[in-house]
């Protein structure tokens, strides 16, 4: 089993910036690659950013430009550095922790969520 535990939310200003960290612990060898998903109420769960091992990353259109997904593999932590929030980004953010091959990636692991506010 992974654990997985984000912190780093909280409410910020239109324009402002967050970063998000995520923690793993356990069997971390059996993950190579943790990204982000989002959820906003009354909405379903999307994806947000990607980081596969190699350093290949992935974004959703809506945060490219402005999100950006790091690893640091000796602390077994993954990063989410948000710019130019704007209140659309709003939503609880769930960072997520899996295997990828080739184009595929398959989530393994959950965290707990954390929530992320942005006012006008």
């Known amino acids: 089993q992974v654990q997985l535990v984000e912190s780093g939310g909280g409410l910020v200003q239109a324009g402002g910036s967050l970063r998000l960290s995520c923690a793993a612990s356990?069997?971390?060898?059996?993950?190579?690659?943790m990204g982000w998903y989002r959820q906003a109420p009354g909405k379903q769960r999307e994806l947000v950013a990607s980081?596969?091992?190699?350093?290949?990353?992935n974004y959703a259109d809506s945060v490219k430009g402005r999100f950006t997904v790091s690893r640091d593999y000796a602390k077994n932590t993954a990063y989410l550095q948000m710019n130019s929030l704007k209140p659309e980004d709003t939503a609880v953010y769930y960072c997520n922790a899996g295997r990828q091959y080739g184009s595929t990636y398959t989530i393994d692991y959950w965290g707990q969520g954390t929530q992320v506010t942005v006012s006008s």
């Open positions: 980081a596969f091992s190699g350093g290949a990353t």
């Open positions: 356990g069997r971390v060898f059996s993950i190579n690659a």
